[in-house]
T-cell receptor, first 118, second 115 residues
Framework: AQTVTQSQPEMSVQEAETVTLSCTYDTSENNYYLFWYKQPPSRQMILVIR????KQQNATENRFSVNFQKAAKSFSLKISDSQLGDTAMYFCAFMKQGAWGGGNKLTFGTGTQLKVEL | DSGVTQTPKHLITATGQRVTLRCSPRSGDLSVYWYQQSLDQGLQFLIHYYNGEERAKGNILERFSAQQFPDLHSELNLSSLELGDSALYFCASSEDPWGGNEKLFFGSGTQLSVL
């Protein structure tokens, strides 16, 4: 079974600054995906960024980038030029690749509540 | 807007009752997933349906059941409700069941309160 650990329950950052959210995971799988989802006060789960484990290059999406360290089983999210709208709960999640028999189950971490302050 | 529609947004009921949560996936998506988000358990996978067939079960209680209809909408039935069933129930959909280039799109959830 896979586990995802987010050790930072809460974080805060000043507007326009950079913040990094940590995530570690445990798996015996070699092929998988990692995700960061954002849940603002509206409760909507929004996909922020996705990383395929077979790719060495770190994924980036505008102000969001990841630092994927496969050997260390670490997957951190960096938010640059933080904006007030980035205030949300951020969840790290794992999905086994090719999991047809087992379904595409997402295993989530416990989340990090990020507050962007003026 | 993710394109996934969940109704109702809020549901308040009493212990012992039965409720039905409804989900309409994005147009063209054949897979529907149900997740439960609670304070003590976090986000947990409940069940996955693909084109009307159950594909995977997670931590779903026997009091809970789901189905996916020919028009691809799905319903999650919760019966003999207990206080601990109070949670936010998410539905998500995707077009690819193979775990290949997978992206799940989530609805805005149904907040269930059992009093």
């Amino acid at each position: 079974a896979q586990t995802v650990t987010q050790s930072q329950p809460e974080m805060s950052v000043q507007e326009a600054e950079t913040v990094t959210l940590s995530c570690t995971y445990d798996t015996s799988e070699n092929n998988y995906y990692l995700f960061w989802y954002k849940q603002p006060p509206s409760r909507q789960m929004i996909l922020v960024i996705r990383q395929e484990a077979y790719k060495q290059q770190n994924a980036t999406e505008n102000r969001f980038s990841v630092n994927f360290q496969k050997a260390a089983k670490s997957f951190s999210l960096k938010i640059s030029d933080s904006q007030l709208g980035d205030t949300a709960m951020y969840f790290c999640a794992f999905m086994k690749q090719g999991a047809w028999g087992g379904g595409n189950k997402l295993t989530f971490g416990t989340g990090t509540q990020l507050k962007v302050e003026l | 807007d993710s394109g996934v529609t969940q109704t109702p947004k809020h549901l308040i009921t009493a212990t012992g009752q039965r409720v039905t949560l409804r989900c309409s996936p994005r147009s063209g998506d054949l897979s529907v997933y149900w997740y439960q988000q609670s304070l003590d358990q976090g986000l947990q996978f409940l069940i996955h349906y693909y084109n009307g067939e159950e594909r995977a079960k997670g931590n779903i209680l026997e009091r809970f059941s789901a189905q996916q209809f020919p028009d691809l909408h799905s319903e999650l039935n919760l019966s003999s409700l207990e206080l601990g069933d109070s949670a936010l129930y998410f539905c998500a959909s995707s077009e690819d069941p193979w775990g290949g280039n997978e992206k799940l799109f989530f609805g805005s959830g149904t907040q269930l309160s059992v009093l």
